[in-house]
């Protein structure tokens, strides 16, 4: 017997899985570069809501027609990679469509068939959202941030879908002793005849479509990485770890709060102890410059970002022409963050001042400022990003670090702090109102 195609088949799949391991290890690495942040509370919502956003899909469907080919791909898609497994034991142990053998007919013709119908309905929707990309050009694909390599991504991994698809159906319907048992070939049946009935010629076409397939699956598997379908895996924590409190909540730093009380509270005791939990010693900075002041949640949500546009699209300040695209805030993210990851892999492991940051090197304060802070973004998010938890922390480095913030900010401060009112009237005339 010849163990030479089950050797290499076994190379293959370690080298690919190794590959995609190591991209892992380094995904981690550099998600731990954000503060730490205790997420532990509510566990049993936070398990809901991974269940109905990511596995549910509920948050897609909110957009009826793009939401509805979504789940075919992503259903079909997951679903028909369970043949992945008959097809990594016929390759490691060298047999051929084990499952028809274990399983009885009836049952693998089942299976066979639904994921031909599946592989079919997949190829539809991705040439469905091909042509929305690129015929008909929606609106939310055509930003700005979109041009370039977030352009070709998104239809890299159509041409990926298609592929595979393809060589799924090529597969079986070139190979005769599936053909043969005249079950479970439900579309492949219809595609048989366009390659003859040559079994040499057959053969050929067979081992090759089952050879690329995989392949393809294991290349499309390492690509994720480097593409924004990251979101197929990290969907899942990222909508558990998801924000459960009210959207209009701003979490507040305790000492800030205490300094405003005694700036403002006649009643305010200056020598009472923090908060259970604060402290009274000042942060090394306020607020984020940088991928490494933000929180690890921050980065997790900076990978997991689809790059569908819909918060961009939901964002008042962009619709009225501002410059602000909540989906380039979270684009810009990751860039920064994959840039400094190269830099500490080409550093023996430490990060060496590269005289960037987040802050004007990508971000600018134009962008932080146009920002309502009206959570559309975070609402319009289908998988739980929440952008405006970045805006909110560059600008309190903004205003707590540079006092960099915009003149009609420091004008309404400077008016709290005289007059304890937004407005620049004077403490003995702030009732004058009710005498009118």
């Not at 290890?25 to 049993?44: E, H, M, T, V, Y």
């Not at 699209?313 to 810009?332: V, Y």
């Not at 005289?418 to 702030?430: E, F, H, I, V």
Request: glycine share 6%; net charge negative.
């Amino acid at each position: 017997m010849n163990y030479l195609p089950n050797i290499l088949f076994a190379i293959i799949l370690i080298a690919g899985i190794g590959y995609f391991a190591r991209n892992v290890k380094k995904l981690f690495r550099n998600i731990k570069l954000g503060k730490a942040q205790d997420i532990s509370d509510n566990k049993p919502q936070r398990w809901k809501n991974m269940a109905m956003i990511a596995l549910g899909q509920s948050k897609m469907v909110k957009r009826p027609v793009s939401g509805f080919f979504h789940i075919i791909v992503y259903v079909g898609f997951v679903i028909i990679n369970i043949e992945v497994l008959e097809i990594i034991i016929d390759g490691v142990f060298g047999t051929h469509r084990i499952g028809s053998t274990i399983l009885p007919a009836s049952v693998y013709g089942f299976l066979i068939s639904s994921f031909e119908i599946l592989a079919t309905l997949v190829f539809i929707a991705v040439v469905v959202f091909w042509i929305r990309r690129n015929i008909i050009k929606l609106k939310r694909f055509m930003s700005a941030e979109m041009k370039g390599w977030p352009k070709n991504d998104g239809n890299f991994i159509l041409y990926f879908e298609m592929v595979l698809m393809t060589l799924f159906l090529v597969m079986n319907a070139t190979d005769s002793s599936f053909q043969a048992l005249e079950s479970g070939n439900i579309i492949s049946q219809y595609i048989a005849p366009l390659f003859g009935d040559n079994p040499e010629t057959l053969h050929i076409i067979e081992r090759s479509a089952w050879w690329l397939h995989i392949i393809g699956i294991l290349i499309f598997l390492n690509y994720l990485y480097f593409s924004k379908h990251l979101h197929i895996l990290l969907a899942f924590p990222n909508t558990y770890f998801g924000k459960l409190t009210p959207k209009g909540q701003f979490p507040n730093n305790d000492l800030v709060t205490s300094e405003v009380k005694l700036m403002m509270d006649p009643d305010a005791d200056p020598y009472a102890a923090p908060p259970e939990g604060a402290t009274d010693e000042p942060p090394a900075k306020f607020g984020a410059s940088d991928v490494q002041d933000l929180s690890w949640l921050n980065l997790l949500n900076a990978y997991s970002c689809t790059e569908c546009g819909r918060c961009t699209s939901e964002c008042p300040a962009n619709l009225t022409g501002k410059k602000l695209s909540p989906r380039k805030i979270m684009m810009d993210t990751r860039d920064r963050l994959e840039e400094v990851g190269k830099n500490i892999d080409a550093n023996n492991g430490t990060f060496v001042d590269d005289g960037k940051q987040l802050l004007n090197d990508y971000i600018t304060p134009e962008e932080l400022w146009a920002c309502t802070s009206c959570n559309a973004c975070v609402e319009a998010c289908p998988i739980s990003i929440d952008p405006l938890n970045i805006i909110m922390e560059m600008r309190s480095y903004l205003v707590m670090e540079e006092s960099a913030a915009p003149m009609e900010l420091n004008n309404m401060m400077t008016n709290i702090e005289n007059n304890g009112a937004p407005w620049p009237y004077n403490q003995m005339d702030r009732l004058n109102w009710k005498d009118e």
